[in-house]
Nanobody
């Protein structure tokens, strides 16, 4: 079955960096657009970044532009989220997602597959 397994979350001080990884299995990775969502306590799930299977473009939420970078390695079936200059408001559970359609991933916020999530906590 399809699995998306996130890793790399943790506790970091404001201004620090973390790199999240999401390893995909059970699917043909190059047929899927991928993205990262996050959900803070008491808030709705938010789309953070996306990248199509080709890696030809990226999109970011305004709140993370210039600080976060999404990338993927199709040979390793892995998508990454490099997070720099972290702020306390970035504290959330971060979820990896995959969808056969980049448009569906981006506009519906209901991708075909979700990972289990990894906690990121930024202390002030």
């Amino acid at each position: 079955q399809v699995q998306l397994v996130e890793s790399g979350g943790g506790l970091v001080q404001a201004g620090g960096s973390l790199r999240l990884s999401c390893a995909a299995s059970g699917l043909t990775f190059t047929r899927y657009a991928t993205g990262w969502f996050r959900q803070a306590p008491g808030k709705e799930r938010e789309l953070v970044a996306t990248i199509p299977w080709s890696g030809s473009m990226t999109t970011y939420a305004d709140s993370v532009k210039g600080r976060f970078t999404i990338s993927r390695d199709n040979a390793q079936n892995t998508v990454y989220l490099q997070m720099n200059s972290l702020k306390p408001e970035d504290t959330a559970v971060y979820y990896c997602a995959a969808d056969t359609s980049w448009q569906h991933l981006y506009y519906s916020k209901s991708p075909n597959y979700w990972g289990q999530g990894t906690q990121v906590t930024v202390s002030s």
